[in-house]
Nanobody
């Protein structure tokens, strides 16, 4: 099973990007899918999560600007990022967590926001 993240790139401040995370294969017991990010020299931090029942949660720094969504049929999770700021620059990782507390990570996609 692999999580393939895509959609990163270079964008000017105020712009938008949409990240995608496609899961190949089926992970048994997934109950949370999410996005995290890690900037150089910093710890990985929560960006957004979505539960099986559709409930979403966001990190304080992205609330009101980012939206997490999913396409169950495509087994894909998205992160729509609007009003991007230079401080959003980071490697973005998608994840899937199971009811057994096992976490699967994607390979990361780089988002660079220029001022």
């Amino acid at each position: 099973v692999q999580l393939q993240a895509s959609g990163g790139g270079l964008v000017q401040a105020g712009g938008s990007l949409r990240l995608s995370c496609a899961a190949s294969g089926r992970i048994v017991g997934v109950n949370v899918r999410g996005w995290y990010r890690q900037a150089p020299g910093q710890e990985r931090e929560l960006v957004a999560t979505i539960l099986n029942n559709g409930i979403t949660n966001y990190g304080d720094s992205v609330k009101g600007r980012f939206t997490i969504s999913r396409d169950i049929a495509k087994n894909t999770v998205y992160l729509q990022m609007n009003s991007l700021k230079p401080e959003d620059t980071a490697v973005y990782f998608c994840s899937s967590k199971t009811v057994y507390e096992k976490i699967y990570w994607g390979q990361g996609t780089l988002v660079t926001v220029s001022s």
